[in-house]
């Protein structure tokens, strides 16, 4: 899980920011995007794609992931979402969540900066950048990244469901399981539904 990290140090980049996103699929809420770089290599937890976790394995390793990196987080809401369509609001939120991380940091301490993110997306940045196809298995710096993604929309969506309780956002967290399109269907989209996306 450290094959990047190091062969981008290696190369001379002394500050790597892995970054991955969560909930481009959803039927509703936003989507979210993280940034980290680790200040240690080392976890007590497991640290893998988000996806491949318990909530209670991804919210323990949260816990210790925020307290050994510096981390930026950025939120796109539903309405950019239906706005500017799924793929530039998740790019908008990976911009967010890499400029949230350095405004924490001293330029001049880490004056050789690499992103390596999530996918095949090319992100817009000033400092050079990698895309990883599935790289939320193979970095730890974007697994720690889609962790602290994933568990940053789960709580939001558990927020909304208390204010929705008809869509049970509890269980499915907006995405589009058989309960949810049934739900849908029954009770009509909500403020937080995106109503560009099918929901047949």
């Known amino acids: ?52 976790l318990t909530a209670l394995q991804r919210e323990r390793a949260y816990q210790e992931i925020i307290l050994n990196s510096v981390y930026g987080v950025g939120i796109i809401d539903e309405k950019i979402i239906d706005r500017s369509g799924i793929l530039a609001a998740t790019i908008q939120a990976m911009k967010f969540a890499v400029k949230e991380l350095l405004a924490k940091i001293t330029p001049r301490k880490h004056p050789r900066i690499h992103v390596i993110v999530d996918g095949n997306m090319a ?10 196809i599935r790289g939320d298995g193979k970095s730890l710096s974007i697994a720690s990244a889609s962790i602290i993604a994933k568990v940053t929309r789960d709580r939001i969506m558990r927020d909304y469901h208390k204010t929705f309780p008809e869509y049970n956002f509890l269980r499915h967290k907006g995405y589009p399981t058989k309960e949810h399109v049934r739900l849908l ?15 047949a």
Do not use: C, Q, W
């Open 1 to 52: 899980m450290l094959y990047y990290e190091r062969k981008l140090e290696k190369l001379g980049f002394d500050f790597i920011i892995g970054v991955d996103e969560a909930g481009r699929g959803p039927l509703a809420g936003p989507v979210v995007a993280a940034a980290a770089r680790l200040n240690k290599r080392r976890f007590k937890n497991r640290i893998d794609d988000s996806k491949k």
């Open 123 to 132: 992100l817009p940045l000033d400092h050079p950048s990698t895309s990883i």
């Open 185 to 199: 269907k029954e009770y009509g989209p909500s403020p937080i539904h995106r109503l560009s996306f099918s929901y």
